[in-house]
């Protein structure tokens, strides 16, 4: 059988911006973050086209009825796809998490030369934002605050079943009945499989979750690290469900 072969999306692996080479220019340095994000999503978006391609989403099952890899798609074109939108969901997390205090620090360093006007308002093309203005700095951090959390979605990849004590999922902080909405960059419409996947290749990689927990639908930030040799089977230590 002839799979249709897309183009292969632009790759933009390359090591995400630090400070340190940015010295004394903040304002630069929240540029390079913001523009490395607009790089990622617009990759993640052409692999999503890749998917699409294949006539597949992120969750579509790679298996027949009988749990064999099915013959009607290209599973290696898939698999590689989905990997990559995994990496790019962890990394996107990860400018986020930079771009809250590169924005705090942008702003400081603006309102300290706001009376010379030697440094112009800093603009951003991050989803609506228009331009850091003069204020206080609690509104300069609750803002970066905003920007880190603003790519998770309402909707749960998964719901957290059970926990076993003194497990990393335990020692993470992780909660029977909680809902995971981002789960080191994996969301919905993402699965099990994809999760799965990711803690595979993760052991003692710090990975970052978003939780809704509660009546209230709480959002909670957690570090969870995969780690075999825990006393309990797996490299998690719960049980999870689709949401």
Aim: aromatic share 4%; glycine share 8%; with cysteine.
């Amino acid at each position: 059988m002839a799979f249709p072969a897309p183009a292969e999306p632009p790759s933009t692996s390359l090591p995400l911006p630090h400070p340190e080479a940015y010295p004394g220019e903040p304002r630069e340095y929240a540029r390079a973050l913001m523009q490395r994000k607009d790089e990622i999503e617009a990759e993640m978006e052409a692999l999503k086209e890749v998917l699409a391609s294949h006539g597949t989403t992120p969750e579509t099952s790679l298996f027949d009825p009988e749990g064999y890899p099915r013959a009607d798609i290209d599973v290696y074109a898939i698999r590689h796809a989905r990997s990559a939108l995994a990496r790019l969901h962890t990394d996107r997390n990860l400018v986020n998490e930079r771009l809250a205090p590169a924005l705090e620090a942008a702003f400081q360093r603006e309102a300290g030369t706001a009376e010379t006007g030697a440094i112009a308002p800093l603009s951003s093309s991050l989803n609506g934002t228009q331009r850091l203005a003069n204020g206080h700095d609690a509104a300069a951090r609750a803002r970066g605050e905003e920007i880190a959390m603003e790519a998770v979605p309402d909707t749960p990849v998964a719901k957290v079943n059970s926990v076993a004590p003194g497990s990393p999922a335990a020692d993470a902080g992780l909660n029977a009945g909680d809902y995971i909405l981002d789960f080191a960059g994996v969301t919905a419409p993402g699965g099990l499989q994809d999760i799965g996947s990711l803690v595979q290749r993760s052991e003692m990689t710090p990975l970052r979750l978003v939780v809704s927990r509660g009546a209230e639908a709480q959002r909670v930030v957690l570090t969870l690290t995969p780690r075999s040799g825990w006393g309990g089977r797996g490299l998690l230590g719960c049980h999870i469900l689709p949401a």
